[in-house]
């Protein structure tokens, strides 16, 4: 299968986003070129029948939501799901090493990485810093070096014979990476900084940079891979994908029902924060949505969310770590989840209408169930079902090597996506 518009729409939605701060500015500059209007949580909101809006808070978070024709709201929200973060490396307060004649930059693990992929890697720098402007003031900039600027290089297997035996790797010690000789006087990262921000954003002057949140990213581009083009592979697809794939669906949508996009951070370190979905941002945005509390919950008492986070798709080579019924493969269709301990907040009926709904938007559908004898992750799901009340399903494109630095899913699959929520948008009823 030869690479789509879709995905190379993907494709350039991922390479503008290496951190949740520029995945929600590309979700926020798509919308505002299809207009949609910027709300202010510090001002007033006046939402008009058939109007469009976007809020965004810590700037690495964002909900959308299209109002709908008239009585839309008292028929039900239907809501998608998805979170802006990606498990990585991020840049340490004071994290300046000189050693052996190199400068390095000391890192934290963001999130549930796979730490092996990240060595021999071109590595790039991207995310927020604020500073001290011309005239007093704190100001914040996002900033991307884009270019390959780092690397953490392998120890060689002469001196590390046993890595291929499975040796753990020190997250302190063995993941800084190396940017460049040291120099005397010793280089400062804030300097750096300063000098790339005024190359990036000239306006800005001479800033005095106060502090900063940055990740490492791979700069390898994704790409559209095998034989038959069968694979995409690319950094983030955990979980871009779905943001991109509610976003498609969303300006797709014929703006006829009453839907909203919720794209949250920190859901890969539990979503505890103000931004995040066991925080208040959601539940602020429908209470200004809908002022009066009883009709909130009779309106959410007839919505439905779709909590939209990739699957674990079964691995050729390692096929004994699935439940043998329940093994999703790649460009089979999305994936339904399951789990009998609310790890997943799908129930029989929402799994009923999303199956319903794939029939109708002629998509293949797919379940998941992890083994009996494995822990099983989380999602949004029951995070914002428990802060709602809100019926849920949770689903995902089927993925192999899920957070890692570079993931892989089917070529096929994004669209798959795509349509069912683009369908989930425009039905007229909900269960």
Same mark, same amino acid.
């Given at each position: 299968?030869?690479?789509?518009?879709?995905?190379?729409?993907?494709?350039?939605?991922?390479?503008?986003?290496?951190?949740?701060?520029?995945?929600?500015?590309?979700?926020?500059?798509?919308?505002?070129?299809?207009?949609?209007?910027?709300?202010?949580?510090?001002?007033?909101w006046?939402l008009?029948?058939?109007?469009?809006?976007?809020?965004?808070?810590?700037?690495?978070?964002?909900?959308?939501?299209?109002?709908?024709?008239?009585d839309?709201?008292?028929?039900?929200?239907?809501?998608?799901?998805?979170?802006?973060?990606?498990?990585?490396?991020?840049?340490?307060?004071?994290?300046?090493?000189?050693?052996?004649?190199?400068?390095?930059?000391?890192?934290?693990?963001?999130?549930?990485?796979?730490?092996?992929?990240?060595?021999?890697?071109?590595?790039?720098?991207?995310?927020?810093?604020?500073?001290?402007?011309?005239?007093?003031?704190?100001?914040?900039?996002?900033?991307?070096?884009?270019?390959p600027i780092?690397?953490?290089?392998?120890?060689?297997?002469?001196?590390?014979?046993?890595v291929?035996?499975?040796?753990?790797?020190?997250?302190?010690?063995?993941?800084?990476?190396?940017?460049?000789?040291?120099?005397d006087?010793?280089?400062?990262? $804030? =300097? /750096? &900084?300063?000098?790339?921000?005024?190359?990036?954003?000239?306006?800005?002057?001479?800033? #005095?940079?106060? +502090?900063?949140?940055?990740s490492f990213?791979?700069?390898?581009?994704?790409?559209?891979?095998?034989?038959?083009?069968?694979?995409?592979?690319?950094?983030?697809?955990?979980?871009?994908?779905?943001?991109?794939?509610?976003?498609?669906?969303?300006?797709?949508s014929?703006?006829?029902?009453?839907?909203?996009?919720?794209?949250?951070?920190?859901?890969?370190?539990?979503?505890?924060?103000?931004?995040?979905?066991?925080?208040?941002?959601?539940?602020?945005?429908?209470?200004?949505?809908?002022?009066?509390?009883?009709?909130?919950?009779?309106?959410?008492? $007839? =919505? /439905? &969310?779709?909590?939209?986070?990739?699957?674990?798709?079964?691995?050729?080579?390692?096929? #004994?770590?699935? +439940?043998?019924?329940?093994?999703?493969?790649?460009?089979?269709?999305?994936?339904?989840?399951?789990?009998?301990?609310?790890?997943?907040?799908?129930?029989?009926?929402?799994?009923?209408?999303?199956?319903?709904?794939?029939?109708?938007?002629?998509?293949?559908?797919?379940?998941?169930?992890?083994?009996?004898?494995?822990?099983?992750?989380?999602?949004?799901?029951?995070?914002?079902?428990?802060?709602?009340g809100?019926?849920?399903?949770?689903?995902?494109?089927?993925?192999?090597?899920?957070?890692?630095?570079?993931?892989?899913?089917?070529?096929?699959?994004?669209?798959? &996506?795509?349509?069912?929520?683009?369908?989930?948008?425009?039905?007229?009823?909900l269960?």
């Amino acid at each position: 299968m030869s690479n789509t518009p879709l995905n190379q729409d993907l494709a350039d939605f991922i390479s503008q986003s290496p951190t949740p701060f520029h995945a929600t500015a590309t979700l926020r500059n798509r919308l505002i070129d299809a207009g949609y209007k910027e709300l202010d949580e510090r001002a007033d909101w006046q939402l008009e029948t058939g109007g469009k809006y976007l809020v965004t808070r810590n700037e690495s978070s964002l909900i959308a939501f299209q109002m709908g024709g008239k009585d839309s709201l008292q028929r039900g929200i239907r809501l998608i799901g998805a979170h802006t973060d990606s498990p990585c490396l991020k840049v340490k307060p004071q994290p300046e090493l000189n050693q052996q004649g190199l400068w390095q930059l000391g890192v934290e693990v963001y999130g549930g990485a796979l730490l092996a992929p990240w060595f021999d890697r071109d590595l790039s720098l991207a995310g927020r810093v604020s500073f001290r402007n011309t005239d007093g003031r704190i100001a914040s900039k996002l900033i991307d070096f884009k270019r390959p600027i780092a690397v953490i290089p392998n120890l060689a297997i002469h001196l590390n014979r046993g890595v291929n035996e499975g040796q753990p790797i020190n997250a302190q010690t063995d993941l800084p990476p190396i940017l460049a000789h040291s120099l005397d006087p010793a280089r400062d990262l $804030r =300097s /750096l &900084l300063s000098d790339h921000l005024r190359r990036q954003h000239p306006d800005c002057g001479e800033v #005095a940079i106060l +502090d900063y949140e940055l990740s490492f990213y791979d700069t390898q581009p994704p790409a559209t891979i095998g034989l038959d083009d069968d694979f995409f592979s690319s950094a983030r697809l955990d979980n871009l994908l779905s943001c991109h794939a509610g976003l498609t669906a969303l300006l797709d949508s014929d703006e006829t029902q009453a839907c909203l996009l919720v794209c949250t951070d920190h859901e890969e370190i539990g979503s505890s924060s103000c931004c995040g979905a066991d925080g208040p941002f959601l539940e602020d945005v429908l209470s200004r949505l809908i002022p009066d509390a009883a009709q909130r919950v009779q309106v959410l008492q $007839r =919505s /439905l &969310l779709v909590s939209a986070d990739n699957a674990h798709a079964v691995h050729p080579n390692f096929a #004994a770590k699935h +439940d043998e019924n329940h093994g999703p493969k790649l460009n089979a269709g999305p994936v339904i989840k399951i789990n009998s301990n609310q790890r997943y907040a799908t129930s029989s009926e929402t799994s009923a209408f999303f199956r319903e709904l794939c029939a109708a938007a002629k998509v293949p559908v797919q379940s998941f169930v992890v083994r009996s004898d494995m822990a099983c992750g989380s999602t949004i799901g029951p995070i914002t079902a428990s802060r709602l009340g809100v019926r849920t399903v949770d689903i995902g494109v089927p993925t192999f090597a899920m957070h890692s630095i570079r993931e892989l899913a089917g070529s096929r699959d994004p669209g798959y &996506l795509a349509e069912v929520l683009r369908h989930f948008y425009n039905c007229e009823n909900l269960i």
